[in-house]
T-cell receptor, first 116, second 115 residues
Framework: AQTVTQSQPEMSVQEAETVTLSCTYD???????LFWYKQPPSRQMILVIR??????QNATENRFSVNFQKAAKSFSLKISDSQLGDAAMYFC?????????????FGAGTILRVKS | NAGVTQTPKFQVLKTGQSMTLQCAQD?????MSWYRQDPGMGLRLIHY???????DQGEVPNGYNVSRSTTEDFPLRLLSAAPSQTSVYFC??????????????FGPGTRLTVL
């Protein structure tokens, strides 16, 4: 079974600075997808960024980018120019590409605090 | 489109009571699933469905039942509530396909407390 580990329960960053959230995963599959979700206090789950394992190029979405290291099974999220609205819980998630469905395996989450 | 809707938003039950958490989507998505979120554990899959009439167990299915009689609805039933089922429950849906570009939609969640 696949597992996802987020080793940082909490992180803090100063407004306008850069922060990196860590995620590692364990799988024997070669084809899969990885995601970062943001959960603000409203509880809504918001997709931040996604990465296909077969793509070597790291995904970017505006101020959000990932460092995907397939051999190391690492998938970190970098947030540049941090804003107060970035404060939230962030979840790393894995989904197999080997079957249909929408089963996601989540990490435990990292609480990100942004200081003004 | 209303997206994925869940009712109720909050619920308090006594141990042993039963109830159904409702989930509906109006996007004609084949794939639907239920997750529970507990502190320090992220979201864990309870049950999922790949289409009407087809359901299967996820990581933590004990104490929960599901059925999928229509594409739109995927209710989650607690047969005899226990304090260990105190959690936040999320329903999610996704269009058919293997591609990661098929966005997964989450409902707003139901906070359930079992006394």
């Amino acid at each position: 079974a696949q597992t996802v580990t987020q080793s940082q329960p909490e992180m803090s960053v100063q407004e306008a600075e850069t922060v990196t959230l860590s995620c590692t995963y364990d799988t024997s599959e070669s084809d899969y997808y990885l995601f970062w979700y943001k959960q603000p206090p409203s509880r809504q789950m918001i997709l931040v960024i996604r990465q296909e394992a077969y793509k070597q190029q790291n995904a970017t979405e505006n101020r959000f980018s990932v460092n995907f290291q397939k051999a190391a099974k690492s998938f970190s999220l970098k947030i540049s120019d941090s804003q107060l609205g970035d404060a939230a819980m962030y979840f790393c998630a894995y989904r197999t590409a080997m079957e249909y469905g929408n089963k996601l395996v989540f990490g435990a989450g990292t609480i990100l605090r942004v200081k003004s | 489109n209303a997206g994925v809707t869940q009712t109720p938003k909050f619920q308090v039950l006594k141990t042993g009571q039963s109830m159904t958490l409702q989930c509906a989507q109006d996007m004609n998505h084949e794939y639907m699933s239920w997750y529970r979120q507990d502190p320090g554990m992220g979201l864990r899959l309870i049950h999922y469905s790949v289409g009407a009439g087809i359901t299967d167990q996820g990581e933590v299915p004990n104490g929960y039942n599901v059925s999928r009689s229509t594409t739109e609805d995927f209710p989650l039933r607690l047969l005899s509530a226990a304090p260990s089922q105190t959690s936040v429950y999320f329903c999610a849906s996704r269009p058919t396909g293997l591609s990661s570009t098929d966005t997964q939609y989450f409902g707003p969640g139901t906070r359930l407390t079992v006394l």
